[in-house]
């Protein structure tokens, strides 16, 4: 596989190389953005599970664009590279301490929008990933319960499940409006979407808390429906398709049609543009160095690549950058 292989394959990848995006997961964000506007006099933003920082580079964008004292939180398990005007927090969601952080940020004032594009660490067996996302969920709910202001919105990335239902029934007991949105830049093919909860409105005598660890299986007859009613895709239709591989000499802009003649040069391959701080696959490489990895038996071997080839970002290394990568793709 040549470097360029993900760059044809992957329109979304290459034009966040080409747009300076630490992500693709950027588009995701600026597709629904476009269709809902929700972050149209936005103030104070918290950015959840925001590593590397594509989701906050938007928000600083389109923040910064209207007012530039706008406040933005970011939290990640992993450090992330500084984006200037973004307060960064490493830590994990699923903690109190983390929640009393954000809320220390916010001192008085509550935020007018939570994102949250967590993903756990993909185990491969199927019931339990879904658990854990709707644990990740969960967790994100229970901090924005502590910092979101009443009207304000909520947006988690959500993989669509048998739990999709009572997930969308518990968000709608706690804001007015929820939609499932699936942004074209987000694969057909892949499970996920993203709960849209608009204009946050707990019920009487709502107590916000850390401690809730599973979606109170009530209220949950009859949303399916809903469902299909609030599925929204967002994008242009006539945009790029994440799910076409494209040739490396077409223009390439987002949105599709507007490159500027400055665009039309030819496609010069682009480094990613900002490989993790502190990936966790560096264990693995770590081991591969001192010459652990070779003499582990063959299973611990197979664990060991399992676990580093799920990383979405080893992909997107040249081979020379992640000999440990370069290595297992010979094999
Ligand atoms: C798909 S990435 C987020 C990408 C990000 N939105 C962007 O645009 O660059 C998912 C992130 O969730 C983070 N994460 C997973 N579980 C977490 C937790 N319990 N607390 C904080 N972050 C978590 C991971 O560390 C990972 O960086």
Redesign the pocket.
């Known amino acids: 596989m040549g470097k360029t292989s993900r760059d044809k394959r992957d329109i979304y990848y290459r034009l966040a190389k080409e747009n300076k995006w630490?992500?693709r997961?950027?588009f995701k964000l600026m597709q629904i953005d476009d269709e809902f506007q929700i972050l149209k006099g936005v103030r104070r933003a918290v950015d959840?599970?925001?590593?590397?920082?594509?989701?906050s580079q938007v928000l600083s964008k389109r923040l910064f664009e209207e007012d530039k004292e706008a406040k933005i939180v970011a939290?990640?398990?992993?450090p992330m590279a500084p984006i200037p005007g973004v307060i960064q927090l490493q830590?994990?969601?699923?903690s109190v301490d983390t929640a009393n952080q954000v809320i220390e940020h916010f001192s008085g004032d509550k935020s007018d929008i939570v994102i949250c594009?967590?993903?756990?660490d993909v185990t491969g067996i199927h019931s339990l990933d879904e658990f854990m996302q709707a644990e990740?969920i969960l967790?994100a709910f229970n901090i924005t319960s502590h910092v979101l202001r009443p009207g304000g919105n909520f947006l988690a990335k959500i993989f669509r499940s048998r739990n999709s239902s009572l997930l969308y029934a518990q968000m709608k007991r706690y804001f007015k409006k929820v939609y499932l949105a699936k942004p074209r830049s987000s694969r057909q093919s892949s499970c996920e979407a993203f709960v849209l909860c608009l204009d946050y409105s707990p019920p009487e005598g709502f107590v916000p808390t850390m401690g809730r660890s599973s979606l109170e299986i009530t209220d949950a007859s009859g949303v399916t429906a809903e469902i299909i009613d609030g599925f929204v895709t967002c994008g242009d239709l006539s945009g790029w398709d994440s799910e076409k591989s494209y040739p490396l000499d077409i223009h390439v802009s987002f949105p599709r049609g507007e490159s500027t003649d400055e665009d039309r040069n030819r496609y010069e391959f682009k480094d990613v543009v900002q490989p993790p701080t502190d990936p966790a696959y560096k264990e693995a490489l770590e081991m591969k160095k001192t010459g652990v990895f070779s003499n582990m038996n063959a299973e611990l071997q197979r664990e060991v690549r399992k676990r580093a080839a799920s990383q979405d970002y080893i992909n997107s290394f040249s081979s020379k950058a992640n000999p440990f990568v370069a290595r297992n793709r010979k094999r």
């Open positions: 630490r992500a997961s950027a959840l599970c925001a590593a590397p920082g594509s989701w939290i990640d398990l992993q830590g994990d969601i699923t594009d967590g993903a756990p990740l967790a």
